[in-house]
């Protein structure tokens, strides 16, 4: 199975499937999925904009309203996670994953599927230690802190995965597990990211969690996005004896590395996205612990058997069938030749996808739960590589609102480790 890697989309669809297909006829082969590792900017019109954090006048409507209007079709097979610069009001339509277009599939907050045999496992946001212990309290339209705060990792997701007992074969995650860079070329990273230096040292570069997870699950194969260069390491795993090998990659732009190919061993095909029938057991135990306002989840009251529910869902899943259900539109696509005011558009939606698998599941819907919400103030061929994952990113400037917003997310973090040192 081939399949490709890309870093951050940031809304560029056409240009990376354009560049996929170039390099499919280039190499006479067949690419079978496309991975995206966050900041994919799933915008449908106008309104969905107001939920991007970048400044306005970056706001941008890029290409994917193309695929989600049918306009255009995806063609690969692809699976995202979110990162910090999203059409957050519309993912989280899909908290628990589902397609944002025909043939296009959000992994959810957190979540596992299945591609043929081959596990894949993601966690969207970044870690900010401020947020992690609440609840998703967030609820559109969202203000200058709730805007920021809803892509903010949660322990509550964290802690499903940390449930994931099977092996996985490849992780996402938008920002890197803080530590990574011990076991890569730290030190042509900080040449080409000076700015990086002090939290490499320190060891504040990255996620604690996303760590957590990695110590945890141990997959052969991790990727991520954020920073905004190419950055490979291999992580030696003692207990277990196992690698895994760590990929980060560029966003896309001319001359960034943001995509890799590589191959894995799988069973024949044709393949199709399914649901995971562990991860669907992990979310129907774990749903009545779902925290929906700012104070933290309760983990110690989980009212179902393991056991039973891996049965029950085993059971209802062979019956139904593992493929996701229909894509649906729940906004109108965006039309270039008739802009609409973004007032227009209605505030939130339930997305029938997501009302579907909780129907399956038994499950209440949750996501609209305002009741004790708490809104807190304030060429493209030298791009791919394939092979060997051990290349490390070359000299690339910075010059982009991204690479500010990481500073940004730095120094906020530094005050925070200082505070708790006082």
Request: aromatic share 12%.
């Amino acid at each position: 199975m081939k399949i490709a890697v890309e870093g951050c989309m940031h809304g560029d669809l056409d240009n990376v499937y354009r560049t996929l297909q170039h390099y499919e006829k280039l190499h006479s082969t067949k690419i079978d999925l496309l991975l995206c590792c966050g900041d994919f900017q799933a915008v449908r019109n106008e309104k969905d904009l107001e939920s991007l954090n970048v400044p306005r006048k970056y706001r941008d409507m890029k290409t994917f309203w193309k695929y989600y209007s049918g306009e255009e079709v995806a063609p690969f097979p692809t699976i995202f996670i979110g990162g910090n610069h999203e059409a957050s009001n519309y993912l989280w339509e899909l908290y628990y994953g589902g397609w944002a277009a025909p043939n296009i599939y959000f992994l959810g907050f957190a979540g596992v599927v299945k591609f043929g045999n081959i596990r894949i496992g993601g966690l969207s946001g970044i870690y900010n230690r401020h947020n992690y212990c609440k609840g998703h309290y967030e609820r559109p339209p969202y203000n200058e802190s709730t805007i920021r705060s809803i892509y903010h990792v949660r322990e509550y997701d964290v802690h499903k995965l940390m449930q994931v007992e099977e092996p996985i074969d490849i992780f996402l995650s938008h920002d890197w597990p803080v530590g990574i860079t011990d076991c890569g070329d730290w030190k042509k990273l900080v040449r080409d990211k000076p700015f990086f230096e002090k939290e490499v040292q320190e060891r504040n570069l990255g996620s604690k969690p996303a760590a957590q997870l990695l110590e945890k699950l141990k997959p052969p194969y991790w990727f991520s996005a954020h920073l905004h260069c190419k950055f490979a390491a291999l992580v030696q795993h003692e207990e277990a004896g196992s690698v895994t090998n760590f990929l980060a990659l560029d966003k896309c732009q001319p001359g960034r590395k943001f995509l890799q190919v590589i191959e894995i061993e799988s069973e024949p095909g044709p393949y199709e996205i399914q649901y995971d029938e562990e991860w669907l057991e992990i979310t129907r135990r774990f749903n009545s612990n779902f925290p929906l306002t700012n104070r933290s989840a309760n983990f110690w009251n989980v009212p179902l058997d393991k056991q039973d529910c891996r049965q029950w869902v085993r059971r209802n899943l062979q019956a139904r069938g593992a493929r996701p259900f229909e894509f649906t539109q729940t906004a109108p696509p965006y039309n270039p030749s008739n802009s609409v005011p973004s007032g227009t558009f209605p505030e939130y939606t339930r997305n029938p996808q997501t009302e579907s698998l909780l129907q399956f599941l038994e499950l209440p819907y949750l996501l609209d739960n305002t009741s004790e919400s708490s809104q807190v103030p304030r060429s493209p061929l030298p791009l791919i590589r394939t092979g060997s994952l051990e290349d490390n990113s070359e000299d690339i400037p910075i010059d982009d609102v991204d690479d500010v917003d990481e500073l940004e997310e730095l120094a906020e973090d530094a005050v925070d480790t200082k505070t708790e040192n006082i």
